[in-house]
């Protein structure tokens, strides 16, 4: 079957559609101008992936509520790291699987 | 070790056991130091500790700085560990004796942490801070510990009950270490009291229980690259406390007779029977051995410590005064006279174990008739005295020494082929800064660890030893010699299992306690004298009997090679569904593969297999089952419990083995691989 096209005025469905793709390029065309100003103003966000793919692998710590925590209260709150005594420290992992 | 149940043998592996050691020195005095261990295991053990020393003493004098006073070998009291490594024979009974297999890798494993440990040595700096670990939006809810034995804890005092909000300690308490140059944290060192009986007596596959889940997940979560505050080595140490009666069944102790009922308060019994009544997890409705609830227990002690390791980022108390000092020796309880606080002068008993011993525990109960809260007369049938006495039937003078403990087993005075338990006990503190840790031989229950750590931490405050900074005293365990429970003469008297389990008589408590407080002041910072060693504890590792069958030999079915596919994995898994794959196996016991994995899983990365799972991943389960004794052949069953935030992506599964040869012996290695799949 063939479906002849006459000129003359659009049918009204063509003529809304063709109203919407106009909004639509519209809005397309702001919404970049003000990204482009965005970036031009802030800078592009940067784009860690193997982060972002560690975190999905790594084990999340939980949203579920504990108690309020009350640690001591420590004596040298005023102090500064430098003033902590400093000991010899060292810590191993091994296998013990028999 | 599992469940004292000879029929609880081993089928495979579901996460690794691993040593974390602990080393504090004083930077002024490099032979001041201490080493904390915390292993994947029951506890500690005599003959374990003796080998541990050994090697240390082998590997020359750069390591002649550690030695008996200063070496702290305790378990995080995993019920779901290898036996058949302990050096007394009671324990050893269930598991057909001693291997040295078992022993070895434990004692190699853990020197291997020191080494480590000594080798990554580095000025540092450390910091203590504790939280109580419940669920704030319910606090009268068992978050990840209930007492089990609530009817003994009762029987303490009522003004020293009320000084406690709980019955038992919910706080965990945590040691940062922190490395001076870099500012990163190599590891955590936590104490929270809670039994490693998640995983359930039906259970056959090895792993670390509550603890071991902690621990991994600790260190995944801070071994990450992109981490700014923790080393990549960082280590996350679980360390048992004042476990003797907590429990992981947070849900309570039910019925399982079809009943639903809570079981009898006293004696945790259902209709007069021990064996029906269980403590339930909080996943207990899930046929999985108490994997779910294990899982569960263990990420609440993680997701605690996470929260408190970063709370401390801003509050915390410092560790401060160089003093690193330890004091050991081996004291023989079997007959030690001291004042009671009361002013009387009591003893100690050789030891011995009741009949509520036998009942077990609503964690674990016991076979026969045997009940809990058996004080006085035996309430089981008069067999079983017949069958104590063939073993040894106890003294008057014994049977008064335990007061309210009718003897069951009269374990202290049996020496035939070896003693059963130990006589001969490890007395051991440790001390840096201010911080006092009590290595506790035995499982001490909930008031035992309180009124222990207060007498020290009152004595060490009175004395001056931590100079103007208050003590901070934790209790690890159960550590070096294992001594079974400790328990408080009130609780003693109810004669629950813990009480049962109490071996040198009522006193036993007293007793630890008057010795640890004795020996305060060697840990003084000028002190360079020590204790008296005491009589040395016997080692029975090249004596023990041994029942445990060495692997004969392996085959593959006709057609077949090892590593081959019996059943491959599906196309394609969707998270939170399980990928599994059959190979032609051999007897893991072949090769333990220490330090590496039974099996992985592959993720398909950029053209390249990238390994990302193993041995020490939870959601991966090693099984082994010998299908043939006669021909030799057996079968591996791989199991990923896919995770439902696991990548979608291509994988494989990977399974390494060793198989000993019929007549020559010889161990040949193979490998076998799974078909590729998605999981979308």
Redesign the interface.
Known sequence: MIVHIEDGPLPRIEEMARAHILAALTAATVTLLVAFHLISAIGLPQL?F??L??E???????Q?????????????AE?T?DD??????????????? | MGYADPNQVGSG?RQ????????????DK?ED?CVYLV???QSGDTAVRDGILQGLNELGDEYGCYGQANVAVTGTHSHSG?GA?LNYLLPQITSKGF?Q??????V??????????????????????????????T?STPYANINRSPYAYLANPAEERAKYDYDVDKTMTMLR????ETGKD??VLTWFPVHGTSMLGNNTL?SGDNKGVAAN?M???YR???DTEADD???AGFSQANVGDTSPNVLGAYCEDGSGEQCDFEASTCSGESQPCHGRGPHFREKDQGASSCHEIG??Q???A???YD??DG????????T?KAVHNFHDFSGFTFTHPNGSQVSTCPAALGYSFAAGTTDGPGAFDFKQNNTGAPNANPVWTTVRGFLREPSEEQKACHHSKPILLDVGEIENPYLWTPNIVDVQLLR??QLIIIVSPGEATTMAGRRWKEAIRASASATGITGN?EP?VVLGGPANSYTHYIATEEEYGIQRYEGASTLYGPHTLNAHINLTTRYLPYLHSDNVEKPSPGPQPPIYTNKSLSFVTGVAFDRAPFFYSFGDILTDVRPTYAPSTTASVKFVGANPRND?R???TYVAVEQLLDGSWTR?RD?SDWSLIFRWYRTSSVLGTSEVTVEWEIEE?A?RGTYRMRYWGASKTPVTGTIVQFSGTSRKFDVV
């Not at chain 2, 056991?17 to 930077?27: E, I, K, Q, T």
């Open positions: 860690d193997l982060h793919r560690y999905d692998e790594r084990p999340r710590i939980p579920v509520p504990i108690a309020p925590l009350s640690a001591e209260p420590s004596p040298d102090g790291s902590q005594t400093r000991y010899l420290l060292g810590v191993g992992k091994a296998d013990i699987t028999g | 592996l690794r056991l691993y040593s974390r050691a602990f080393v504090v020195g004083d930077l490099p130091r292993l994947d295991t290898p490594w291997d297999q078992s022993y070895r890798a434990i190699d494993g853990a020197l291997l942490s020191i080494q480590r440990a000594h080798e990554s040595l580095a000025p540092g700096r450390l910091s203590f801070g504790s939280a109580h670990v419940e669920d704030a939006n606090d270490l922190q490395n001076a190599i590891g090895i997940l260190e995944k979560a990450n690259p992109s080595g960082f280590v990420h609440r993680f997701a605690a996470a929260i408190l709370f401390m509050d915390s108390t410092s560790i401060q005064g160089s690193v840096v800064g900074a901070i333990l220490l330090e590496d990302v041995d935030w990548n």
